[in-house]
């Protein structure tokens, strides 16, 4: 399966990942974002939305390494694609607004489901750990 937006949103990924600050600041941007976000559009994708929130975080930080690099462009697209306020369709628009956020967030989940598992193990192996 394949996604022109999602594609476009992995170009404009790349740059993201050559800058720890500028990393920081789309994880800062998306996190308030999601605290906005109506979650019935991301009903599928909300718990894995925010473990792809915490693994750049924890990447970003030097916490967490264990994820190859096709996997780590393709949670910071769907995360860049969701902060950008020049979308597909305009966030604004009642009902259809989130529709596109929430289908390319769906598609990085579903190429990334097992590295998102993998990272969410951790976290939990880490908190029986303390």
């Given at each position: 399966?394949?996604?022109?937006?999602?594609?476009?949103?992995?170009?404009?990924a790349r740059p993201y990942l050559?800058?720890?600050e500028r990393?920081?600041?789309?994880?800062?941007?998306?996190?308030?974002k999601?605290?906005?976000?109506?979650?019935k559009?991301?009903?599928?994708?909300?718990a894995?939305?925010?473990a792809?929130?915490r693994l750049?975080r924890?990447?970003?930080?030097g916490?967490?390494?264990?994820?190859?690099?096709n996997?780590l462009?393709s949670?910071?697209a769907?995360?860049a694609?969701?902060?950008?306020?020049v979308d597909f369709?305009?966030?604004e628009?009642?009902?259809?607004?989130?529709?596109?956020?929430?289908?390319i967030?769906e598609?990085?989940m579903?190429?990334?489901?097992?590295?998102?598992?993998?990272?969410?193990?951790?976290?939990v192996a880490?908190?029986?750990?303390?």
């Amino acid at each position: 399966m394949r996604s022109r937006a999602f594609g476009k949103a992995i170009l404009q990924a790349r740059p993201y990942l050559l800058n720890p600050e500028r990393l920081e600041q789309l994880v800062r941007q998306a996190a308030q974002k999601t605290a906005t976000l109506p979650p019935k559009p991301f009903r599928e994708s909300w718990a894995y939305l925010h473990a792809m929130l915490r693994l750049l975080r924890a990447y970003q930080r030097g916490q967490y390494s264990q994820v190859s690099a096709n996997a780590l462009l393709s949670i910071v697209a769907a995360i860049a694609y969701l902060v950008d306020p020049v979308d597909f369709i305009p966030d604004e628009i009642p009902f259809l607004g989130f529709l596109d956020d929430a289908t390319i967030l769906e598609f990085a989940m579903n190429k990334t489901r097992q590295t998102l598992d993998d990272f969410m193990a951790w976290e939990v192996a880490g908190l029986f750990a303390r």
